[in-house]
């Protein structure tokens, strides 16, 4: 059964680096998106992207964020100048128009411990 | 108002046993829902959709009341491998694709033997 897969499972970084988080979709999937949940806490919506646009994107979703679909394959979360509070959780999810109800199928995630 | 509200449990039940969790939500031009299946430290992982007349799925029987706003999943005969967050999913608005989902906080189930 496809997939999405997401690397890697846990990054470290220092208070004010950048970091990539990497996501491959399911491959006929048009439709990606980041999620995040911080510890104890529920999922929380970020941003939506297609055809090389954001779609949608919550108030999270700040300039430090940015998002690319680089290649035919991958979708990255950049976060330019990492804070304490970015520590948590990151999913990457992606959808496929047609069906009813729109279903999205989620990564593995990416632990980020900013330090 | 939360856009999606659930009793955080936990519910400890032991293996056999019949358990319902509820959700309601805010938004009422809401036209998708979903239950999900968290296990700690994991990705959420669809369970089932919910449609207005009530779907079932072996055990898990799921069922939408949109005149209240309120969403409930049903687990029969629990099992062991039942133990997990059961997130009460939202999608935002109108079937997009590309529609943010609000995530419940979850019900921790436990169940024991």
């Known amino acids: 059964e496809p997939e999405v897969t997401q690397t890697p499972s846990h990054q470290v970084t220092q208070m004010g680096q950048e970091v990539i988080l990497r996501c491959v979709p399911i491959?006929?999937?048009?439709?990606f998106y980041w999620y995040r949940q911080i510890l104890g806490q529920k999922v929380e919506f970020l941003v939506s992207?297609?055809?090389?646009?954001?779609?949608?994107k919550s108030e999270i979703f700040d300039d430090q964020f940015s998002v690319e679909r680089p290649d035919g394959s991958n979708f990255t979360l950049k976060i330019r100048s990492t804070k304490l509070e970015d520590s948590a959780m990151y999913f990457c999810?992606?959808?496929?128009?047609?069906?009813?109800?729109?279903?999205?199928?989620f990564g593995p995630g990416t632990r980020l411990t900013v330090l | 108002r939360k856009e999606v509200e659930q009793d955080p449990g936990p519910f400890n039940v032991p293996e056999g046993a019949t358990v319902a969790f509820n959700c309601t939500y805010s938004?009422?031009?809401?036209?998708?829902f979903f239950w999900y299946r968290q296990d700690c430290r994991k990705e959420p992982k669809l369970l089932m959709s919910?449609?207005?007349s009530g779907n079932e799925d072996g055990r898990f029987t799921a069922q939408l009341n949109r005149a209240s706003q309120y969403i409930s999943l049903l687990i029969r005969d629990s099992k062991l491998s039942d133990s997990a967050t059961y997130l009460c999913?939202?999608?935002?608005?109108?079937?997009?694709?590309?529609?943010?989902?609000?995530f419940g906080k979850g019900t921790t189930l436990s169940v024991s033997s």
């Open positions: 999810a992606s959808s496929t128009p047609g069906q009813t109800p729109m279903k999205q199928f």
């Open positions: 491959s006929n999937h048009l439709y």
């Open positions: 992207f297609y055809n090389n646009e954001i779609s949608e």
């Open positions: 938004n009422s031009a809401s036209q998708s």
């Open positions: 919910v449609y207005s």
């Open positions: 999913v939202v999608l935002r608005g109108g079937n997009q694709a590309g529609t943010a989902l609000i």
